[in-house]
């Protein structure tokens, strides 16, 4: 089921933030991350922190960045346009083009050199899809 937006951009090379969210107790909350790309191979990179001590990742800590061992993606383009897509589970791997700092997308201010620049590993993820964590 697709969740609740709580922020989006439009700028691969501009860092953005997501406000401060609550989450829902006893149960599994889950990042998803659409990424619509406009051209070249989609993709992105980001550090994500829990700030309740009664939440924690699915790696067993409050803090969580993009790579290749705690993420799940797949394509899903279903009507060939680059907007939203309907929501589907994600059950594929992630391919990494390197970690944050690399050319040719450089350094993204904000973000640990330790996450990736991470999309689905998939035939079809040009031109992008879905990644989710929990």
């Not at 937006?5 to 691969?12: D, H, T, Y």
């Not at 953005?16 to 989609?42: C, D, H, K, R």
């Not at 970690?99 to 040009?126: E, H, M, Q, Y």
């Amino acid at each position: 089921m697709l969740g609740t937006l709580i922020a989006s951009g439009n700028n691969w090379s501009t860092t953005f933030s997501i406000p401060g969210t609550a989450l829902t107790p006893g149960v599994t909350n889950y990042l998803q991350i659409e990424v619509i790309n406009y051209g070249m191979q989609g993709g992105f990179i980001g550090d994500f922190t829990l700030s309740d001590a009664g939440f924690h990742f699915a790696n067993g800590t409050q803090s969580l960045s993009t790579d290749t061992n705690n993420w799940v993606g797949i394509y899903n383009n279903s009507n060939s346009s680059v907007v939203a897509q309907p929501c589907v589970t994600a059950t594929g791997s992630i391919f990494s083009f390197g970690a944050n700092g690399l050319a040719p997308r450089g350094t993204r201010s904000g973000i640990s050199a330790g996450a990736n620049w991470v999309s689905p590993d998939d035939a079809n993820s040009l031109p992008g899809g879905i990644a989710c964590a929990n």
